[in-house]
């Protein structure tokens, strides 16, 4: 047959046939993976080889009592897969992540460990909660929840630490415990991928009486205004805001924490500079972006208007929370520039 008029021949076929076989392959791993994972643990090893050392003697001797005790250890080992069992099933857990992570400081994680479960408590249970590393997914928390009501939850947290700026991508959890017996460790996988964005690293930043002093390799001046607005209202607190902006009777009133809303018309304005353009990838461009950073949570907390310039990009002056997440996320991802390139406005 001739393959010009053969529709069934030729390369696109060919490629929807491996890509219907890759689907099916993926779909039979997916079934025939065990939905909980068991391995033994020390204890459990030794357990095993007294049961096989029992279980040898019995039937070399035949006597009835090697019998019963090898069958009241066998019970042992299904009594414990099903109690394991119970403690596992029905397991949820949600994440509670901060507004803002920094590196190279812990920021507080809640985990929600939830038992859907009607009747049945869980016990003993761990919740790790796992990221993807350049060295492969690794644990940044772990926490522990001794007893879990039925149909209620427990509320534990962690410390997330990273070591770098930038995207760090969660992948989910793995919760495994070692209830009732500590003979072996099952464990269950749940995922829940999300992407968090880690700000680069802040240094305490005291504000100099004379602005415009170069700092590293970041520069500050600002612009002609007074520090200090007029009072336009009260609004609730947002992160960024300074704590001295704080209502305290307000606050104390309405039960949450309320802030002054001051005008920023005639706020000082603070231009922080990074190099980028002659800068190369390492330590001392992490170092400059670091202060960069300081510079920023700096000035913003101290109620000024703050804009970033780079040897490429330049964010306009403002202030307020939102702004200070642009330009965190802007230096949580920036580069060193290539070469003789102009300069742009960020989007």
């Known amino acids: 047959m001739d393959p010009a008029r053969n529709r069934r021949s030729g390369p696109r076929s060919a490629l929807s046939g491996l890509a219907r076989l890759h689907f099916w392959l993926r779909t039979l791993r997916r079934w025939l993976r065990p939905p909980r994972r068991l391995s033994p643990t020390r204890a459990g090893w030794a357990f095993f080889a007294i049961t096989f050392g029992v279980g040898f003697a019995a039937l070399n001797t035949g006597n009835n009592l090697l019998y019963l005790v090898l069958a009241l250890m066998l019970s042992f080992l299904v009594l414990s897969g099903v109690l394991s069992e119970s403690a596992l099933r029905g397991i949820a857990v949600r994440r509670r992540l901060p507004h803002e992570v920094f590196a190279e400081a812990p ?21 790790e909660d796992r990221a993807r590393t350049p060295a492969g997914p690794r644990s940044v928390g772990r926490v522990f929840a001794l007893r879990i009501a039925p149909q209620a939850h427990e509320l534990r947290s962690y410390g997330l630490r990273s070591d770098r700026r930038g995207p760090l991508e969660l992948l989910g959890f793995r919760v495994f415990t070692r209830f009732p017996f ?50 336009a209202g009260l609004r609730p607190f947002a992160p960024g805001d300074p704590a001295r902006r704080i209502h305290w009777r307000a606050s104390l009133r309405s039960g949450e924490l309320v802030v002054r809303d001051v005008e920023t018309e005639h706020a000082a304005e603070v231009e922080v500079r990074l190099r980028t353009g002659d800068a190369e990838p390492g330590s001392p461009f992490e170092r400059l972006v670091a202060w960069a950073a300081s510079e920023v949570v700096c000035w913003l907390d101290a109620g000024g208007r703050v804009s970033l310039r780079t040897d490429r990009y330049r964010v306009e002056a403002d202030s307020g929370s939102r702004h200070r997440a642009r330009l965190l996320s802007f230096l949580a991802r920036v580069e060193p520039d290539v070469p003789d390139v102009p300069e742009a406005e960020l989007p």
């Not at 994680?109 to 009607?118: D, F, G, P, S, T």
Request: glycine share 10%; charged share 20%; net charge negative.
């Open 107 to 127: 920021a507080p994680v809640a985990l929600e460990i939830h038992n859907l479960q009607r009747r049945v408590p869980a016990f003993a249970v761990w919740v």
């Open 182 to 231: 500590g003979l072996f460790v099952k464990s269950l996988e749940i995922r829940d991928a999300i992407e968090v964005l880690v700000y680069p690293a802040v240094e305490a930043v005291v504000a100099p009486p004379s602005i415009g002093a170069a700092h590293r390799g970041g520069e500050s001046r600002t612009g002609p205004g007074a520090a200090v607005g007029d009072v």
